[in-house]
């Protein structure tokens, strides 16, 4: 198992090394300065100046070692376009608030999803598996921005405008905008998770059925146990394997920040600087954002496989065997 | 003979998207108290599905019990409800499975599986039900009692790392854990490599004797019939066909299929050169089964009457039954039994 990790992480230092490198090419190959969206004519030695402050009139690959020395120092620089800011600090304020809001989301996927699935396993082909594959289908196909545009209209619209009529106050009960209270993050975390609850769903779906038709269930059965325990015990336990694997792909990406939602919703995470530093050309934050994505990505999926290890014996054993 | 099981006109349906599926059509059996009773028959002919009737663990939605009895000392299992099911599965009556690599839980130490029927109904000598930690030590001992090496060890294993007859050892432990009256046994060796089969025959017969129950065996193989059964069943196209002692269908068999079965096995030596017989044809469709004798078209006697009409049960003798228009006092085909 040590040996495992260990090799496992010595990959994800090679990923993140891998990574690092290709976005720094690629972003210095984008037509453009960091500087150049402001003012089209800006003065030349006003340009070289900003540009030699900021280390970009070295050659590339300069700066490029400069780069790596400045990251292994632990060293993100500053951001360009927020210019008194660094990138850690940054990353210190907005992240929180993503993965608060992600982690919220995947909540309501995860559980929803998984109790959507088992039901719709469970009423195989009657009015709740339909449901819930309509649920998913919805969640599949409608892009995240419009089931969040359509909640701010339910909610911030015509909700708020019969409490209105009815009540006689301004008071919502669920803002459409802002991240201040538990009463703020429904909305946004909601429109989120509604994709993970769809996905998970299925998959639940599906691996329950598996499960369901598998001899051992039979077995399970033929020894009196009641039905609680038999779905609880064999096969949800025996159907949360795969399911474990995807959530844990989604972590990554949940966490990090939705532009989509936290733009619309106005949340302060992380999506909005990852967005911006590109179309800015802020080298550095776009960097630093995807260094530290990257990192959180593969801790993420590694923290996924030993999980996957401790719930499946079977993967268990054949690593240790190794 | 008194019966611990009597399966009186069994018809079971499933229903499926192209129609429904009559998979056992009016089958007769008796289960003798403390014997053994082979079923025998080709694939899809309703052997497990008679069988799992018995212990009420069909996917429930698709299946229909269209009429008949299961007696199981007096009490017909279709009648009573399904937590009272539960107190006889796995109790009264113990199932063990064909496939011992998909038979257990792989998720689920071996130990903990036999534990949880133990927790579920067993008792301890003050009638008190059983700890988790006495579960387990039972558990242990019935591993140890089917022969498993190092039984401690291997209670606290995946069913992975076991190999198919150590499994199936271990599963035989599980359906024997609360010493059921009645064992059901659905092609118990037909996963198992050859030279392991008999050891599992020996192990099972071993075990039925030790705890004194009666056992249903399901089997394709012939050798094991006569290995083990004192009685066996012959099915066929969803009905039991002919149904006797170990003497009656071996060596009175008077119904074409049987014998057709039975010419279809290796025999004595002096025949060694001959090849094997096989019956010509398919069996038939369950979904529209034939309004006749589900044999007709297989069967090298079939008269007009066999298309038409299903013949009924005629007693041969005090054990013998067979489903054939050639035994009707009417039949111009005059055979003698155990001659065709
Ligand atoms: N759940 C089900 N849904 C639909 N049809 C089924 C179902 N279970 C069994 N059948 C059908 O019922 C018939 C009898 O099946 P059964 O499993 O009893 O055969 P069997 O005699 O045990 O055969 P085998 O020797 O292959 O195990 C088959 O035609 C099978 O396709
Ligand atoms: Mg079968």
């Given at each position: 198992m040590k040996k495992y990790i260990l090799q496992r992480l010595g990959i994800a230092v090679v990923t993140i090394f891998a990574v690092i490198t290709l976005t720094f090419f690629l972003m210095h190959m984008i037509p453009g300065t960091p500087f150049t969206r402001e003012n089209t004519n800006?003065?030349?030695?006003?340009?070289?100046?900003?540009?030699?402050?900021?280390?970009?009139?070295?050659?590339?690959?300069?700066?490029?070692?400069?780069?790596?020395?400045?990251?292994?120092?632990?060293?993100?620089?500053?951001?360009?376009?927020?210019?008194?800011?660094?990138?850690?600090?940054?990353?210190?304020?907005?992240?929180?608030?993503?993965?608060?809001?992600?982690?919220?989301?995947?909540?309501?996927?995860?559980?929803?999803?998984?109790?959507?699935?088992?039901?719709?396993?469970?009423?195989?082909?009657?009015?709740?598996?339909?449901?819930?594959?309509?649920?998913?289908?919805?969640?599949?196909?409608?892009?995240?921005?419009?089931?969040?545009?359509?909640?701010?209209?339910?909610?911030?619209l015509w909700l708020s405008s019969w409490v209105k009529n009815v009540f006689h106050t301004s008071f919502q009960l669920f803002p459409i905008s802002r991240w201040e209270s538990f009463r703020y993050t429904i909305l946004p975390s909601l429109a989120l998770g509604i994709g993970s609850v769809a996905i998970i769903t299925r998959l639940m779906r599906s691996s329950m059925l598996d499960v369901i038709g598998q001899d051992y269930i039979k077995t399970a059965k033929s020894k009196g146990i009641s039905n609680a325990a038999i779905l609880w015990k064999h096969e949800a336990r025996n159907a949360l394997i795969p399911v474990v694997t995807v959530v844990g792909r989604m972590v990554g990406s949940i966490c990090t920040g939705s532009f989509v939602i936290e733009s619309l919703f106005a949340v302060p995470g992380l999506g909005k600087y990852y967005v911006n530093s590109v179309t800015a050309r802020d080298y550095t934050l776009t960097m630093g954002l995807t260094i530290f994505y990257s990192m959180f990505v593969v801790a993420s999926t590694l923290a996924v496989d030993i999980l996957y290890c401790v719930i499946d014996p079977r993967v268990r054993y054949t690593e240790v065997g190794k | 003979m008194i019966a611990i099981i009597e399966i009186k006109d069994l018809r079971v349906s499933f229903h499926a998207y192209f129609g429904e599926v009559q998979a056992v059509r009016g089958v007769n059996l008796k289960l003798g108290d403390g014997d053994t009773l082979a079923i025998v028959g080709e694939s899809g002919c309703g052997k497990s599905v008679t069988a799992l009737s018995i212990m009420r663990i069909h996917n429930m939605d698709a299946t229909e019990f269209k009429s008949?009895?299961?007696?199981?000392?007096?009490?017909?299992?279709?009648?009573?409800?399904?937590?009272?099911?539960?107190?006889?599965?796995?109790?009264?009556?113990?199932?063990?499975?064909?496939?011992?690599?998909?038979?257990?839980?792989?998720?689920?130490?071996?130990?903990?599986?036999?534990?949880?029927?133990?927790?579920?109904?067993?008792?301890?000598?003050?009638?008190?039900?059983?700890?988790?930690?006495?579960?387990?030590?039972?558990?242990?001992?019935?591993?140890?009692?089917?022969?498993?090496?190092?039984?401690?060890?291997?209670?606290?294993?995946?069913?992975?790392?076991?190999?198919?007859?150590?499994?199936?050892?271990?599963?035989?432990?599980?359906?024997?854990?609360?010493?059921?009256?009645?064992?059901i046994a659905d092609e118990p060796t037909t996963a198992l490599d050859v030279t392991v089969q008999a050891q599992i025959l020996d192990l099972l017969k071993e075990m039925q004797r030790e705890k004194?129950?009666?056992?249903?065996?399901?089997?394709?193989?012939?050798?094991?019939?006569?290995?083990?059964?004192?009685?066996?069943?012959?099915?066929?196209?969803?009905?039991?066909?002919?149904?006797?002692?170990?003497?009656?269908?071996?060596?009175?068999?008077?119904?074409?299929?049987?014998?057709?079965?039975?010419?279809?096995?290796?025999?004595?030596?002096?025949?060694?050169?001959?090849?094997?017989?096989?019956?010509?044809?398919?069996?038939?469709?369950?979904?529209?089964?034939?309004?006749?004798?589900?044999?007709?078209?297989?069967?090298?006697?079939?008269?007009?009457?066999?298309?038409?009409?299903?013949?009924?049960?005629?007693?041969?003798?005090?054990?013998?039954?067979?489903?054939?228009?050639?035994l009707d006092p009417e039949c111009p085909l005059k055979i003698e039994r155990g001659k065709l």
């Amino acid at each position: 198992m040590k040996k495992y990790i260990l090799q496992r992480l010595g990959i994800a230092v090679v990923t993140i090394f891998a990574v690092i490198t290709l976005t720094f090419f690629l972003m210095h190959m984008i037509p453009g300065t960091p500087f150049t969206r402001e003012n089209t004519n800006m003065d030349a030695d006003v340009l070289a100046a900003l540009k030699s402050n900021y280390g970009l009139d070295k050659p590339l690959w300069e700066q490029y070692i400069i780069y790596i020395a400045n990251i292994l120092r632990g060293n993100f620089g500053t951001s360009i376009t927020y210019s008194n800011r660094s990138v850690a600090d940054i990353i210190k304020t907005a992240f929180p608030v993503s993965a608060d809001l992600g982690l919220r989301a995947l909540f309501i996927g995860v559980s929803l999803g998984i109790a959507l699935g088992i039901g719709a396993a469970l009423h195989h082909n009657k009015g709740w598996d339909r449901f819930s594959s309509v649920i998913a289908v919805i969640g599949i196909s409608v892009p995240s921005f419009i089931i969040g545009t359509l909640l701010q209209a339910a909610f911030g619209l015509w909700l708020s405008s019969w409490v209105k009529n009815v009540f006689h106050t301004s008071f919502q009960l669920f803002p459409i905008s802002r991240w201040e209270s538990f009463r703020y993050t429904i909305l946004p975390s909601l429109a989120l998770g509604i994709g993970s609850v769809a996905i998970i769903t299925r998959l639940m779906r599906s691996s329950m059925l598996d499960v369901i038709g598998q001899d051992y269930i039979k077995t399970a059965k033929s020894k009196g146990i009641s039905n609680a325990a038999i779905l609880w015990k064999h096969e949800a336990r025996n159907a949360l394997i795969p399911v474990v694997t995807v959530v844990g792909r989604m972590v990554g990406s949940i966490c990090t920040g939705s532009f989509v939602i936290e733009s619309l919703f106005a949340v302060p995470g992380l999506g909005k600087y990852y967005v911006n530093s590109v179309t800015a050309r802020d080298y550095t934050l776009t960097m630093g954002l995807t260094i530290f994505y990257s990192m959180f990505v593969v801790a993420s999926t590694l923290a996924v496989d030993i999980l996957y290890c401790v719930i499946d014996p079977r993967v268990r054993y054949t690593e240790v065997g190794k | 003979m008194i019966a611990i099981i009597e399966i009186k006109d069994l018809r079971v349906s499933f229903h499926a998207y192209f129609g429904e599926v009559q998979a056992v059509r009016g089958v007769n059996l008796k289960l003798g108290d403390g014997d053994t009773l082979a079923i025998v028959g080709e694939s899809g002919c309703g052997k497990s599905v008679t069988a799992l009737s018995i212990m009420r663990i069909h996917n429930m939605d698709a299946t229909e019990f269209k009429s008949g009895e299961i007696l199981f000392d007096g009490t017909d299992l279709l009648k009573i409800s399904e937590k009272e099911m539960q107190n006889i599965r796995g109790n009264r009556i113990g199932m063990i499975f064909q496939d011992p690599m998909t038979a257990l839980n792989p998720s689920m130490t071996v130990g903990n599986q036999i534990a949880e029927v133990l927790l579920r109904h067993g008792r301890s000598a003050g009638g008190k039900r059983l700890s988790p930690k006495d579960a387990r030590e039972r558990a242990t001992e019935l591993l140890r009692r089917v022969k498993i090496p190092s039984p401690e060890r291997r209670a606290s294993q995946f069913p992975h790392e076991f190999s198919g007859g150590m499994l199936q050892r271990a599963v035989i432990a599980m359906a024997m854990a609360c010493s059921p009256e009645v064992l059901i046994a659905d092609e118990p060796t037909t996963a198992l490599d050859v030279t392991v089969q008999a050891q599992i025959l020996d192990l099972l017969k071993e075990m039925q004797r030790e705890k004194r129950a009666s056992l249903i065996i399901i089997t394709h193989d012939l050798g094991v019939v006569a290995n083990i059964a004192k009685s066996a069943a012959v099915m066929y196209g969803g009905l039991v066909v002919e149904a006797g002692t170990i003497g009656d269908i071996f060596y009175r068999s008077s119904h074409p299929y049987t014998r057709g079965l039975l010419d279809s096995i290796s025999r004595e030596s002096g025949r060694k050169n001959e090849p094997l017989k096989s019956i010509e044809g398919t069996p038939p469709d369950l979904v529209n089964p034939p309004a006749g004798c589900p044999f007709t078209d297989r069967c090298e006697y079939a008269m007009r009457v066999c298309k038409d009409r299903l013949p009924p049960e005629s007693a041969l003798s005090e054990t013998h039954l067979c489903r054939c228009w050639m035994l009707d006092p009417e039949c111009p085909l005059k055979i003698e039994r155990g001659k065709l």
